[in-house]
């Protein structure tokens, strides 16, 4: 397809300029998809702000990752898609061969292919992505809740590393979108899930997902507080982390019981440090772990968890906006007005 295209283009952290550029062109393994809907992102909004390292290389560049759309062009090699499909995948996928990949552990990959420009009119996915991390969507599915898939990829991946016990105490800190997705699914587990965030209206929209008690931080002691609201206030099973501020992950190490869990799920800047009590963390055998992105098998489960209603997506949808107000969306989403919004070329 030739042509111009419009599209939200990154020059510099504060500087994405809504402009037209040429529509890109797909390689023989490659397709291209004209974008139905994309969702806004915290890591969108960080990327906005101070750049991404591993995914804007060079400038200008498209930027966004969780989209949705349809087939408007296939290369000669590919024979998994057709013009008209509907679809949706990971914005990565990995090379099957590396080290880690190996290992079974895909996350980690050392060749991770990545998909950018999602806040465009048209994306090319690249060749890996196509042979293993894109899907049809469901009859039924929104385009709208089938761009949600990434970022419940994500949590799902956590959330299968996070043992978790039917009628354990689990404690969210984070009612952000990903934050929220913790709170679904680990009450799809069983759990009796503990929110806690700084936002009472986020914390008011927690119970929609299956949270039964919440925790405003900004009010009260959440350690203190969440603990009161456990056995012998003991403190949690398991706490998982979905802010990604080093303050909150050692929080989340002094909440949780002893033998307890802590995931710390949220990304920090680089170079950031915490500190923690080593005679706490030994005496009181407590296990930290941390859990980053998804894998093609998450990514598969999560279309389907959307797809059979399992997870709501419109819950997660507050509202829309064009193409060309993408930065007021995600802006929007700073302040934390709202969870998601979704972005409609």
Known sequence: MEGKMKAMMFYAPGDVRFEETNIPRPKDDEILVKVKAATTCGTDLKTYRRGHPSIIKSVPSTFGHEFAGEVVEIGKNVDNFKVGDRVVGGNSAPCFHCYYCNQGMYSLCENLEFLNGAYSEYVVVPRQIVKYNYHKIPKGLDYREAALVEPLACALHGIERTPIRVGDVVTVIGAGPIGLMFVKLAALKGAKVICVDL??????????????????????????????????????????????????????????????????????????????????????????????HHTPYHVKKALELLSDGQVDGKLF?????????????????????????????
């Open 199 to 292: 936002s009472d209206y986020r914390l008011q929209e927690s119970k929609k997902f299956g949270a039964v008690m919440t925790v405003n931080a900004s009010k009260e002691d959440p350690i203190t507080d969440v603990k009161a609201l456990t056995a012998l206030e003991k403190g949690p099973d398991v706490v998982i982390e979905a802010t990604g501020f080093p303050e909150v992950w050692e929080q989340a190490i002094n909440m949780v019981r002893p033998g307890g869990l802590v995931n710390l799920f949220g990304g920090t800047k680089k170079g950031t440090t915490f500190t923690i009590d080593c005679q706490l963390f030994h005496y009181s055998e407590i296990t930290i772990k941390a859990v980053f």
């Open 317 to 345: 949808i507050t509202g829309e906006y064009p193409l060309e107000k993408t930065i007021d969306a995600l802006e929007s989403i700073g302040r934390q007005e709202g969870i998601k919004y979704a972005i409609i070329p």
